[in-house]
């Protein structure tokens, strides 16, 4: 008798096919609470900005609607962070736009290129800095754009354009902060309560991953939870100047927390030492109820080398989870700091994360080759909605300039203003014509507005509701003396659609981004300051140091999908090899700086730190390593000894990294 299939039956699978498609789209009839809110909340204050703003009979009223879902984000910090910067970046564009307009009022040519030069100085500026100050400075050049093609028909008016489009912007803001006020509240105990929990969090999978996984050798495994933990860790730090702006003015809880976090690292890259000096650790910890530096400080005890058995000594091995376990109580203080702060804290703590000079050249060169190509189409073309789409242009090209893959950003982004321009061609050609009322208009877009804000929560969906968000207001064109005809719709839509193909394809063709150049331009730089943090005179300690190259080894892991497995692997392994030698170059350079070390022992490790400066100091390693062990041994205090083992180990850990990267510490 024949097998039978495992197949289902034809109506079985319809139904099965059906239900998955359903599940699908869970989010939207069976949506979190909180995002649910998030998206009612949003949806109501856009449409409430865009009444105000009809009410107020302004002659753009879409943009008010458009700031509301700019401004909006999951947090109250992030979007006051951001409403605040988008004024500033407003009423610095609006002069700007009233600049340039002043200076070429018959000289369209100079005009032009003048604007699509301040475009890409404003892109340029913006991929030097982070969050939203860089938003603040992207937004800075399309508001000129905006503002200046918008008067191009009547230039005489420029000042009143702007006028109007900054009261917009304050209207939106406005319209967002009161909506969000009514929706959160006790805000300032949510925030602090939310920041404690993570920080807690993030403390907890650090001591684990140390115990579990410490450091990261070039087990794929390993790799995958290290480079998670400092995804998490950087997002994180990123992210606390926002619960900052929760908790209020005159409080220190977000230097505590990046300086609780900036501890992390340090306490991963002290753990890797650990692996080198220590390579079989593997017994876990005990007491899974214990707090994470208990957990910790056991796991340590249990691993302690001994030397009956070992080969490592013990003295090498003390330094190293002393200093571990000295960062693991100060991470606990820090974090305990933010719960109650010491009676007068001044405490002050910063980081700076990498300044990619030469990705903001090409970011600028790319914008002011898209503005200027722009204005050379309408200049051909004639086009009657050319000045729409030269501000389109330069909007997307503002909203894209400071992400971290730009081409990758714009596709989502145009799949999501087709989405846009469908639903915009259904209420603009069918259901607006039949609104008398303006209770009627909004009930009509609560609906999209409300899915769009559902949709901005889910990461999957995030690139397509940004475009829909944003742009549905803009193609609806809701005005007081009339609506969108069919031929001004199309018009419309279409300056709209070009300018995410044009858009598209300038990041595809004029100074493209590429994953691998960019990997090795980051491992070119942290392998020169790896080789600086010798000097003496430099003053970046560990923390930044693990800081700055976390972040850069962040932005390559966010762009995983863009490598094969075998190059990322290679990568992150460099990459974390090199933050750990990073932290005991500057661990020598401490003691030779502050006087800590013998006289001999001190010309001996300042020559070593020289070589190393000059990248000659591989040949040096054996003689130094030989000569410190004799000076160990021969040393007849304790305190000598603990000197000449602190400086063993950081040779130690050097030495193997010199083995593991030879080109790249070289």
């Given at each position: 008798m024949g097998a039978r299939t495992a197949t289902l039956p034809l109506p079985e699978r319809i139904t099965s096919v059906l239900l998955h498609q359903v599940r699908r789209v869970s989010w939207i009839y069976a949506p979190a609470l909180p995002d649910l809110a998030f998206a009612v909340r949003t949806a109501f204050a856009a449409i409430i900005s865009l009444l105000i703003a009809m009410w107020m009979e302004l002659d753009s009223p879409q943009w008010a609607?458009?700031?509301?879902?700019?401004?909006?984000?999951?947090?109250?910090?992030?979007?006051?962070?951001?409403?605040?910067?988008?004024i500033f970046g407003t009423l610095v564009g609006s002069v700007a736009a009233i600049t340039l307009m002043a200076a070429f009022p018959q000289a369209p040519g100079l005009f032009f290129a003048c604007l699509s030069l301040w475009i890409g100085l404003c892109c340029a500026l913006a991929t030097l800095l982070d969050q939203y100050r860089a938003y603040g400075l992207v937004l800075t050049g399309f508001t000129s754009a905006i503002i200046a093609t918008g008067a191009i028909a009547q230039p005489d008016d420029v000042f009143a354009i702007s006028v109007a489009r900054s009261s917009y912007i304050i209207l939106g803001v406005l319209c967002e902060a009161v909506l969000a006020v009514l929706?959160?509240?006790?805000?300032?105990?949510?925030?602090?309560?939310?920041?404690?929990?993570?920080?807690?969090?993030?403390?907890?999978?650090?001591?684990?991953?140390?115990?579990?996984?410490?450091?990261?050798?070039?087990?794929?495994?390993?790799?995958?939870?290290?480079?998670?933990?400092?995804?998490?860790?950087v997002t994180f730090s990123g992210q606390i100047e926002f619960s900052a702006l929760e908790l209020g003015p005159r409080n220190h809880v977000?230097?505590?927390?990046?300086?609780?976090?900036?501890?992390?690292?340090?306490?991963?890259?002290?753990?890797?030492?650990?692996?080198?000096?220590?390579?079989?650790?593997?017994?876990?910890?005990?007491?899974?109820?214990?707090?994470?530096?208990?957990?910790l400080a056991a796991w340590v005890r249990?691993?302690?080398?001994?030397?009956?058995?070992?080969?490592?000594?013990?003295?090498?091995?003390?330094?190293?989870?002393?200093?571990?376990?000295?960062?693991?109580?100060?991470?606990?203080?820090?974090?305990?700091?933010?719960?109650?702060?010491?009676?007068?804290?001044?405490?002050?703590?910063?980081?700076?994360?990498?300044?990619?000079?030469?990705?903001?050249?090409?970011?600028?060169?790319?914008?002011?080759?898209?503005?200027?190509?722009?204005?050379?189409?309408?200049?051909?073309?004639?086009?009657?909605?050319?000045?729409?789409?030269?501000?389109?242009?330069?909007l997307i090209y503002g909203l894209m300039a400071t992400r971290e893959n730009p081409l990758v950003a714009t596709t989502p982004f145009l799949k999501g203003g087709l989405w846009c321009a469908a639903t915009a061609a259904v209420l603009t050609l069918w259901v607006i014509p039949a609104i008398t009322a303006p209770e009627i208009l909004l009930m009509v877009l609560l609906v999209p507005m409300t899915v769009g804000g559902l949709a901005a929560r889910r990461p999957q969906l995030a690139g397509y509701a940004f475009s829909f968000n944003m742009f549905l207001p803009v193609l609806i064109g809701p005005i007081n003396q009339g609506r969108f005809d069919e031929v001004s719709f199309l018009n419309n839509?279409?300056?709209?659609?070009?300018?995410?193909?044009?858009?598209?394809?300038?990041?595809?063709?004029?100074?493209?981004?590429?994953m691998d150049v960019h990997v090795r331009r980051t491992e070119a730089w942290v392998s020169l300051r790896l080789r600086h943090l010798a000097r003496m005179g430099t003053r970046t300690d560990a923390?930044?140091?693990?800081?700055?190259?976390?972040?850069?080894?962040?932005?390559?892991?966010?762009?995983?999908?863009?490598?094969?497995?075998?190059?990322?692997?290679?990568?992150?392994?460099?990459?974390?090899?090199?933050?750990?030698?990073?932290?005991?170059?500057?661990?020598?350079?401490?003691?030779?700086?502050?006087?800590?070390?013998?006289?001999?022992?001190?010309?001996?490790?300042?020559?070593?730190?020289?070589?190393?400066?000059?990248g000659q100091a591989t040949a040096m390693i054996p003689y130094v390593l030989a000569w410190t062990q004799h000076e160990q041994a021969r040393a007849t205090t304790p305190h000598a000894r603990a000197q000449m083992a602190e400086v063993l180990a950081c040779l130690h850990i050097i030495t193997a990294g010199l083995h593991e990267n030879p080109d790249t510490m070289a």
């Amino acid at each position: 008798m024949g097998a039978r299939t495992a197949t289902l039956p034809l109506p079985e699978r319809i139904t099965s096919v059906l239900l998955h498609q359903v599940r699908r789209v869970s989010w939207i009839y069976a949506p979190a609470l909180p995002d649910l809110a998030f998206a009612v909340r949003t949806a109501f204050a856009a449409i409430i900005s865009l009444l105000i703003a009809m009410w107020m009979e302004l002659d753009s009223p879409q943009w008010a609607p458009l700031t509301v879902w700019v401004v909006a984000q999951s947090s109250r910090g992030e979007s006051l962070s951001k409403a605040r910067w988008r004024i500033f970046g407003t009423l610095v564009g609006s002069v700007a736009a009233i600049t340039l307009m002043a200076a070429f009022p018959q000289a369209p040519g100079l005009f032009f290129a003048c604007l699509s030069l301040w475009i890409g100085l404003c892109c340029a500026l913006a991929t030097l800095l982070d969050q939203y100050r860089a938003y603040g400075l992207v937004l800075t050049g399309f508001t000129s754009a905006i503002i200046a093609t918008g008067a191009i028909a009547q230039p005489d008016d420029v000042f009143a354009i702007s006028v109007a489009r900054s009261s917009y912007i304050i209207l939106g803001v406005l319209c967002e902060a009161v909506l969000a006020v009514l929706f959160m509240p006790r805000m300032v105990e949510r925030a602090r309560q939310q920041l404690l929990d993570r920080l807690a969090d993030t403390f907890r999978a650090t001591c684990a991953t140390i115990t579990r996984h410490p450091g990261a050798s070039a087990d794929p495994e390993q790799q995958d939870v290290t480079g998670t933990l400092l995804k998490r860790i950087v997002t994180f730090s990123g992210q606390i100047e926002f619960s900052a702006l929760e908790l209020g003015p005159r409080n220190h809880v977000g230097d505590h927390a990046r300086r609780a976090l900036a501890g992390m690292l340090v306490m991963l890259a002290q753990a890797r030492a650990l692996q080198i000096l220590h390579p079989r650790m593997t017994a876990p910890p005990h007491g899974d109820d214990a707090r994470p530096e208990q957990l910790l400080a056991a796991w340590v005890r249990d691993n302690a080398p001994r030397p009956a058995t070992d080969t490592v000594d013990s003295p090498e091995w003390q330094p190293v989870t002393t200093a571990l376990l000295s960062e693991a109580t100060r991470v606990r203080n820090e974090i305990t700091a933010c719960t109650t702060a010491p009676r007068g804290d001044r405490f002050r703590f910063s980081l700076t994360s990498r300044r990619h000079m030469r990705e903001a050249v090409n970011n600028g060169l790319r914008a002011a080759a898209a503005i200027m190509g722009a204005c050379l189409a309408w200049e051909i073309t004639a086009w009657h909605h050319g000045p729409a789409f030269i501000s389109f242009v330069a909007l997307i090209y503002g909203l894209m300039a400071t992400r971290e893959n730009p081409l990758v950003a714009t596709t989502p982004f145009l799949k999501g203003g087709l989405w846009c321009a469908a639903t915009a061609a259904v209420l603009t050609l069918w259901v607006i014509p039949a609104i008398t009322a303006p209770e009627i208009l909004l009930m009509v877009l609560l609906v999209p507005m409300t899915v769009g804000g559902l949709a901005a929560r889910r990461p999957q969906l995030a690139g397509y509701a940004f475009s829909f968000n944003m742009f549905l207001p803009v193609l609806i064109g809701p005005i007081n003396q009339g609506r969108f005809d069919e031929v001004s719709f199309l018009n419309n839509t279409m300056a709209f659609l070009a300018s995410i193909i044009f858009v598209l394809l300038t990041y595809r063709l004029v100074v493209p981004f590429r994953m691998d150049v960019h990997v090795r331009r980051t491992e070119a730089w942290v392998s020169l300051r790896l080789r600086h943090l010798a000097r003496m005179g430099t003053r970046t300690d560990a923390t930044a140091w693990l800081a700055s190259c976390a972040t850069s080894l962040v932005r390559i892991l966010f762009q995983a999908n863009a490598l094969p497995p075998p190059v990322l692997g290679a990568c992150v392994a460099r990459q974390i090899t090199s933050m750990t030698v990073g932290v005991y170059v500057i661990r020598l350079r401490e003691l030779v700086r502050d006087g800590r070390l013998s006289p001999r022992a001190e010309r001996i490790v300042a020559l070593f730190l020289a070589r190393w400066d000059r990248g000659q100091a591989t040949a040096m390693i054996p003689y130094v390593l030989a000569w410190t062990q004799h000076e160990q041994a021969r040393a007849t205090t304790p305190h000598a000894r603990a000197q000449m083992a602190e400086v063993l180990a950081c040779l130690h850990i050097i030495t193997a990294g010199l083995h593991e990267n030879p080109d790249t510490m070289a």
